[in-house]
Every structure is written in C-alpha cells, then in structure tokens.
C-alpha cells in the first residue's frame, strides 16, 4: 500500500512552525464533544464522525488561543511522536511496533472489552499522552492509494489485539465512512 500526504497549507505552516520552534504539541486525550471538541479527561472520546467532519472538528480545538492553530493529526506526526517515545525509552520498539498491548485497551482477558473515558488509566500513558494505542482509532490526514484515495486511521481499538493492531499500524476508511470505534486527535501550529 503507498501511503502519503499532501503538501498543503495546513502542513506547510506545521512544518515552517517545527522549524522555527523545535517541535510541536499534539492533545494530550483523544478529543470529546464537550460543548465544543476538547482534549479533556474522564469523558468519551468524540467517535461516529466522517474523515472530513473530524477534519472541520479538528480546526475549532484552538479557536481562541492567539497565535495557535489545530488540525487533524498527520500520520507524519502520528510517526514523530511514536518515535519521541521511542527516543525516551518509555516504550520499547516491540512496545510500538509489534504489541501495544502493554499500554493500550485492547481486546483481552483483562480488560473489559469496551470504550473507556479520555484518560482512564495511567497504564494507557505515555510521555503524557493518553490513549495513543488502543481504545478508539484515530482519523489522520495520511492518504493511501493511488486511484481511490481513502483515509487512513491510526492506533487500534478496544475490540482489537494490540500485537495485532499496535499504535504504529495503519488501516483506511473511504473519507465518509463513519465509526463509534473511530475518533480522532490534534495537533498544534504555533503561527
């Protein structure tokens, strides 16, 4: 499968941002509906939403900060901060690339098989971020195709393996494919 992302303004502007700043904040929890998209703890990640509804979701989390932007999450942000990870040592390669299942919900016999709330467990923590493996796939802004053009999700879900679906792995979705086991995260642009 071939896997890309477009060039555009949106990415264009992240990149001129790392540049300048040395890196960049992604939303701590995957987003909820909290009268309006917020990476908050102790609620339900916000799912059931299309590719470009989480696209339009996305752009709203930093509305009010000055000088901020946010956009979905690219998969080459996704990728730096699995690498962060692994730059830290908090997780092992086989950790993020083979089994997540050490830090993730995931399907198992110890876990209860079920969406849990933003932030639910220190286990499903790492470098301060929640719920990075397992619980909810996440939309990204990485295409795969050449011909028919889907969007591609990240991370793994309650429902599935984490040595079978690890934070790394990729699936994809036609764009107005809708999920309550889909939902998705942010990253900031500091302009």
């Known amino acids: ?38 990476s908050i703890r102790n609620h339900m990640p916000w799912t059931g939403l299309t590719f470009s ?44 690339i083979h089994d997540s299942s050490s830090w993730g919900n995931y399907s198992s016999d110890n876990t209860p098989n079920k969406i849990a709330m933003t932030g639910s467990s220190k286990k499903y923590c790492v470098n301060n971020i929640f719920d990075l493996a397992g619980n909810v796939w996440q939309w990204t802004n990485e295409k795969n195709g050449d011909f028919i053009i889907k969007s591609v999700i990240r991370g793994g879900a309650y429902d599935k393996e984490g040595n079978r679906y690890p934070a790394s792995y990729r699936y994809t979705y036609p764009h107005d494919f809708s999920s309550d086991m889909i939902g998705f995260r942010v990253a900031l642009c500091i302009a």
């Open 1 to 38: 499968m071939e896997f890309h992302e477009e060039m555009d303004e949106t990415l264009i502007k992240q990149f001129l941002s790392v540049k300048k700043y040395g890196g960049f904040y992604i939303s701590q929890h995957t987003i909820s509906e909290f009268e309006e998209p917020s």
């Open 53 to 96: 509804e989480a696209v339009i979701e996305s752009k709203k989390l930093a509305k009010n900060i000055k000088g901020v932007e946010s956009h979905l999450l690219y998969g080459a942000e996704f990728d730096s901060v699995l690498e962060w990870i692994l730059h830290t040592r908090n997780k092992s390669v086989i950790e993020v």
